[in-house]
């Protein structure tokens, strides 16, 4: 990269080899994924570079090859494929591990140039020529001594011009339907959703959805269905054909399976247990329809605490699954329950904890769904319905949160038939919160259908006269 002195102003004309080399070898590369979730379209600095790497990004998203014709269509014609031909022509090969390591810090070295005399180097360039006092051109000279430390680190400082292209591509996404990511269970997606009703008539209760970089919290208590629903939710995406990757940390790897695929037959559940009505037949059955889940849904048991001795924290753990994200690109990650990853439950531990995982779903693209457990104090509230608040730990699960599902059964607390479970929607960053759903429920099969509307009032907004008042509880009706 090299800058030009035209009259007071600094003219950039970036350096393209380095950029070529990487994006050639995210093209041929089988773990280009890892390249291209780790450096955001900001460090390119020839456009159409940028254009290519932000589609690259797409494609590793999707889990799809990055050819140029794939490219082109993913940036809506927005990459020459000719272009990328050429290059590729000329960089057949995957380069070795040092030659791409080099190409890298290349390119974040050009970047960190551009940042510097579009920043502090232009800002002592003003100084100078408006003649400020020298006590401020001296702070603006050692902040260009300043910039140089920890360069490789800086590449999260974002073009708004980019930002801008990216917002219209998004906003395009959504003209064309397609920045939506429904969770497969359709009471949840959408709402009041008629029997036969065609889904794209009907208006959306969630929005977006299970996005890429977002985190969706199932929060309960202990034995309100949370696992199953998570489960129902898995099912639900991987009918869609997304990928996830199955944090069984409460359960078996081998139990969740054998759990979604009898939901998903619509087996008893305490039947499969018993080993009530089996024979061989059944078996081969339920095992067909383990593989079948199994193309889009994998599983990983909890590889903390096995060894004695083990040096362990929140974060290493965390970093840990990071590498397992990487190695099996899912679009969605389970994690079930969060907080037997962490080796420290104290507040401040938990918060950065949550703050990693969130980082993670952003930088990795993908959709993180944990289950939360709700205080044991619940017991003692008014109202047994789940809350934000009520969430145990620290009080960043709520932060983190795009969205926030409550799971209620009457059935836990009242002497009532244990056919219903409320989904209560605590949090929608991008769309309403403060909205219940109730299902019919079949416990003994996981089964979820339905979705009526109920009203939802806030603990202690309840009336005093009603008959749900007289029990301590709120006021819940249909809507």
Request: aromatic share 8%; charged share 30%.
């Amino acid at each position: 990269m090299k800058a030009e002195r035209k009259g007071a102003d600094l003219v950039l004309v970036a350096d393209a080899f380095n950029e070529q080399v990487v994006l050639a070898a995210a093209m041929v590369s089988d773990a280009f994924r890892a390249i291209a979730v780790r450096h955001p379209p900001d460090v390119f600095h020839v456009p159409q570079h940028r254009t290519a790497w932000s589609a690259i990004r797409e494609a590793a998203r999707l889990g799809l090859k990055p050819d140029p014709a794939t490219l082109s269509r993913l940036s809506s014609g927005g990459v020459d494929v000719a272009y990328l031909s050429e290059m590729l022509a000329g960089r057949p090969d995957v380069p070795a591990e040092a030659n791409l390591q080099a190409a890298v810090a290349g390119l974040l070295w050009d970047h960190h140039r551009h940042s510097l005399l579009t920043g502090p180097v232009n800002a002592l360039l003003e100084g100078i020529l408006k003649g400020d006092v020298p006590e401020t051109l001296e702070a603006k000279a050692k902040a260009i001594s300043e910039s140089f430390r920890g360069w490789g680190t800086r590449e999260y400082l974002y073009d708004s011009g980019l930002l801008a292209d990216e917002m219209a591509d998004d906003l395009r996404r959504r003209m064309r339907g397609e920045h939506v990511y429904p969770f497969g269970l359709p009471g949840l997606d959408y709402y009041d959703l008629a029997p036969g009703q065609d889904p794209s008539t009907a208006r959306r209760r969630i929005l977006p959805g299970a996005a890429p970089g977002r985190v969706t919290i199932v929060t309960g208590s202990t034995g309100c269905g949370k696992s199953t629903f998570i489960a129902r939710l898995v099912l639900g995406l991987a009918r869609q054909k997304r990928r996830t990757l199955y944090g069984s940390f409460e359960k078996t790897g081998k139990m969740t399976l054998e759990l979604l695929a009898c939901m998903s037959l619509g087996w008893s559940r305490s039947e499969l247990m018993e080993g009530k009505n089996l024979d061989e037949e059944k078996i081969q059955t339920i095992r067909r329809r383990a593989l079948e889940i199994g193309k889009y849904v994998e599983f990983m048991g909890n590889p903390f605490r096995r060894r004695s001795g083990e040096k362990l924290s929140n974060l290493r753990n965390l970093d840990q699954v990071a590498g397992y994200i990487a190695d099996r690109a899912p679009d969605v990650f389970v994690a079930d329950l969060f907080e037997r990853l962490l080796v420290s439950d104290e507040p401040s531990e938990e918060k950065a904890a949550l703050f990693r995982l969130q980082g993670m779903a952003e930088e990795l693209k993908i959709h993180a769904i944990l289950a939360a457990q709700q205080r044991k104090d619940i017991a003692q509230r008014p109202d047994k319905h789940p809350t934000e608040e009520g969430i145990k730990g620290s009080g960043a699960w709520g932060e983190i949160a795009d969205n926030t599902f409550g799971i209620y059964r009457q059935y836990q607390w009242k002497p009532v038939p244990d056919n219903t479970l409320e989904a209560d929607i605590l949090k929608q960053r991008d769309g309403r919160g403060m909205l219940a759903v109730e299902f019919d429920w079949d416990a003994d099969r996981g089964m979820l259908s339905g979705g009526r509307s109920i009203e939802y009032e806030r603990p202690g907004s309840a009336n005093p006269n009603s008959f749900d008042a007289k029990l301590r509880e709120p006021k819940r009706k249909s809507a």
